[in-house]
């Protein structure tokens, strides 16, 4: 494929498939070069695992001395950034030109949390004034809520809230909500519990409904388009358990959409809250889709909290020194060990029970985005891109997948997270430890496991180790951590995307189901589609 440079504003900026650089090729020729065990078993183990440490927004740091690189990759790696114009397409992308071009659209979340570069125009209106405005408005409207200023038919307060969304509207929203619940709770700033309903499946909506005191509860649908099926299915589904209870699905219903969406403007509902084409459904935590769930279920000035230490985090990937940049850093880690060692997986294991759900909406994020074959121009690749991610929360997944990552036949890279301090402060000593130490104890061994694994005699207790990991700590995880966590996954993501020369900012690979789906639906099908279909629906 020829180079495509465009001009964004006086900038100009080349977009090359990766095996056209001549940084990359010499990356290629620097395969298994560093040994894991050998590194962290010998004297310098505590020098490197020092050094190979970078400072992350917010209290947090990113540290890789388990990773395989050295001193000379990581040259290689800065080398590549310079070379692919990784910070000038990410200078590109924060300004507002249009670097989805599946979409022919302005990729802006990083907007909703702070202004990096210039103001924004997009449809007649300056963005960052539109994105603050409705953070206002959804705070106003949580505001009132707390205070009992809005009220059901019979004048009671809601004392809950309930999100109908499905993908991005849901995972980031739900894991979110999750991570600081306890917190919330610990600080006095918990108002109101969430509860999620996003499956088709009538299962998940009756038994979320079945739950809830309905005639207290806010209801939020979430749809940018205001015609996803799954979520206009269950809004339905809702609204007739509603009714059912003789109650008005108009006074407790909000919506979260587009301003050109039926959703919008709709006396069905008591109130809408917009965001625009712009925002990805798997970048939108930071939206008025986890905005209004989460300012009401804790307040707005936990939702603005989240929104600054995104913020910060975003601030972070600005420095073009990639030892100084840990989500560039990360992001190019990712790429020699997806591209040169050929790994095909990455496993996310927070060792914190409040980000139980962070690991599967890393998985939509991370999958949804680089899970591409071809380049931004639609021409064929030839490389790998995005890798398989999974995880769950330590210490379970010990008692789980761990068997496959000590001693599989592949070898998976590692990121685990983890926090000095418990959310809630409450613990106990046993065995002269807490739990929480015993749990730090865990993250601590598991990575030396990892990378150092233990010869024996028996071959079943042998454990190889070169099995590379990075680790993301820091005291507690708040909002402000939280915001900046999530930012620097965001943006690996972006700038491995931008390595692979593909567009991390559409989703065309979810279209073809949804399109045969509604095809059974309409009765329209025939062959294989008709069998199974067949087979399945009553």
């Known amino acids: 494929m020829p180079n495509t440079s465009i001009n964004y504003g006086g900038l100009m900026i080349t977009w090359s498939n990766v095996d056209s650089l001549s940084a990359w090729k010499k990356l290629l020729s620097l395969k298994g070069m560093v040994s894991v065990a050998a590194e962290l078993s010998g004297a310098g183990a505590s020098k490197r695992i020092r050094e190979y440490s970078v400072p992350m927004a917010e209290g947090l740091t990113f540290n890789y001395g388990a990773k395989q690189v050295n001193e000379q990759i990581l040259t290689a ?28 659209r302005k990729v802006l979340h990083h907007l909703l949390r702070g202004q990096l570069g ?7 209106v300056n963005k960052r004034d539109f994105y603050l405005n409705e953070q206002k408005r959804i705070a106003d409207f949580a505001q009132k809520i707390h205070d009992g200023k809005i009220v059901n038919e019979k004048g009671e307060t809601f004392t ?61 649908l979430v749809s940018k388009s205001g015609t996803t099926l799954e979520t206009l299915t269950n809004e339905s589904f809702v609204k007739d358990f509603i009714k059912k209870a003789g109650l008005d699905p108009a006074k407790r219903m909000i919506a979260v959409t587009s301003e050109t969406s039926p959703l919008a403007h709709n006396s069905d509902y008591l109130e809408a809250f917009y965001m625009d084409d712009y925002i990805g459904g798997r970048y939108s935590s930071t939206s008025g889709v986890g905005g209004a769930v989460l300012s009401l279920a804790f307040g707005a000035k936990v939702f603005a909290d989240f929104l600054d230490g995104a913020a910060a985090a975003d601030k972070t990937a600005l420095n073009k020194d990639i030892r100084k940049n840990p989500a560039l850093l990360d992001a190019l880690i990712g790429i020699y060990e997806r591209n040169v060692q050929e790994y095909p997986a990455t496993a996310i294991l927070p060792y914190s029970q409040a980000l139980s759900r962070f690991p599967a909406h890393l998985q939509q994020l991370d999958m949804e985005s680089n899970g591409k074959s071809v380049n931004r121009e639609g021409g064929k690749i030839d490389y790998a891109t995005g890798p398989v991610i999974f995880g769950e929360p330590g210490t379970n997944g010990q008692h789980s997948f761990y068997q496959l990552l ?41 990575i030396v496991a990892f990378a150092c694994g233990k010869s024996d005699s028996d071959s079943n207790k042998s454990f190889a180790g070169g099995r590379p990991s990075s680790l993301i700590y820091g005291d507690k995880l708040t909002p402000k951590t939280l915001g900046a966590l999530l930012s620097h996954f965001e943006n690996k993501v972006m700038f491995q995307g931008f390595v692979w020369n593909i567009n991390s900012f559409d989703q065309e690979g979810v279209q073809l189901g949804k399109k045969l789906a509604k095809s059974v639906l309409s009765g329209s099908m025939d062959g294989a589609l008709k069998e199974y279909a067949g087979m399945l629906i009553k």
């Open 160 to 220: 809950s809230v309930c999100q109908i969304g499905i993908g991005g509207s849901d995972l980031g929203p739900r894991a979110m909500y999750l991570a600081l619940e306890n917190w919330a709770k610990a600080n006095g700033t918990f108002k109101m519990e969430a509860h999620f309903i996003s499956n088709v499946d009538p299962d998940d909506g009756a038994g979320v409904i079945a739950s809830l005191d309905i005639a207290r509860t806010i209801f939020i």
């Open 406 to 446: 000590h001693q599989g036949t592949d070898i998976i890279p590692l990121q685990f997270i983890a926090f000095r301090e418990n959310q809630s402060g409450k613990d106990i000593v046993i065995e002269d430890s807490t739990s929480q130490t015993k749990l730090s104890a865990n993250v601590a061994a598991q």
């Open 118 to 124: 210039k103001d924004v125009q997009a449809d007649g």
């Open 77 to 104: 790696l800065s080398e590549l950034s310079a070379e692919a114009e990784l910070l000038e397409k990410f200078e590109a992308l924060y300004n507002g030109e249009v670097v989805n071009t599946g979409e022919k």
